[in-house]
């Protein structure tokens, strides 16, 4: 099992940054791909990135890719989330997961462990 704490989050302005870190403590950290997803109020928890048990891969969702670049430190077990030009759109609540699948897939489902998430508020 692991335990995953994320931290980073707050209020910024549009065009802002910044830089969410999901800290796992548990089994082997490396044994697991990782994701940030996030959920608005009223919406549905929707796929934000993933990077694989090593950081060879990594997904995007089309709405952030290009200004979202994740990354990981398996010495450190923890994965980070470096938000750019940051929207009013991006503001949700924030969640890091981790699943034992070999590669990180997009659903919410397929991941078997989760933080208990981090608030990003982005100002007009």
């Not at 990354?71 to 980070?80: L, W």
Request: hydrophobic share 35%; proline share 2%.
């Amino acid at each position: 099992q692991v335990q995953l704490v994320e931290s980073g989050g707050g209020l910024v302005q549009a065009g802002g940054s910044l830089r969410l870190s999901c800290a796992a403590s548990g089994r082997t950290f490396s044994s697991y791909a990782m994701g940030w997803f996030r959920q608005a109020p009223g919406k549905e928890r929707e796929f934000v990135t993933a990077i694989s048990r090593h950081g060879l891969r990594t997904y995007y969702a089309d709405s952030v890719k290009g200004r979202f670049t994740i990354s990981r430190d398996n010495a450190k077990n923890t994965v980070y989330l470096q938000m750019n030009s940051l929207k009013p759109e991006d503001t949700a609540l924030y969640y890091c997961a981790a699943t034992i699948a070999t590669m990180p897939g997009v659903r919410f489902n397929e991941y078997n462990y989760w933080g208990q998430g981090t608030q990003v508020t982005v100002s007009s």
